[in-house]
């Protein structure tokens, strides 16, 4: 009998201890296997991070260069000057001239940097080219170019009169921004309905000065920021 129990005590020994190793291999197991799950999500978290923080700094340089490089341009979907017909369309940038002019005039009285001036000597030398040379487009056609600014910019006029110095050139600047993109509509837009060739041919030869004007007047705009 002794014979007989002693070998069974023997073998469920040494089943215990293959289930006790089985066990323990089986844990170091699944924690070798969370832990290689828990580095591949940090990994994969870190990559996910990264890639946005790389998209975020790629998208603002991207707009940072579109915001401050390159010409402004006409968008004959936006805001224009009354431009019906050819007639109504040269008494209104026959407008637009005068009120570049006038308020480019006051900005040299108002003690405002170099740079301003110097913008505003430019509007006045071009504006006032520009309207010589609509003059006999208009003559032939039978129009009479008014000689003052539209009534918006006499109601502003009071206003910025009142003004000196570094808040006159803001608000001069700033308005120069938001008329020369009008104007620059105004002329894209009108180009595609004139049958006039002459009138044409000027709206050619205006509008890439009306978006210089722009685009210097954003750049000394975003400079005073």
Known sequence: MKRLILPLLGAGLLALNACSTTDSSTNDTAAAGANTEAGASASATTDTT???ATSTASSDSSSAMQSGGGMAKADPSGP???HADD????MSAAHSDQNEIQLSKMALT????ENAKTLANKMIADH???TANLKPIAAKAGVTLPTDMDAEHKALAPTMAKLTGKEFETKYLAQMVTDHQKTANTLAAHKTMTKNTALSGWITTTLPV?????SMSH???DMKM
Not at 87 to 90: A, L, N, S
Not at 210 to 214: I, K, P, S, T
């Open 80 to 82: 224009t000057a009354p």
């Open 50 to 52: 990264n890639a946005a």
């Open 87 to 90: 007639k109504e369309f040269m």
């Open 210 to 214: 009306v978006e210089e004007h722009l």
């Open 219 to 221: 750049k000394d705009s």
């Open 128 to 130: 006032t080219k520009s």
């Open 110 to 113: 108002k003690g405002v940097s």
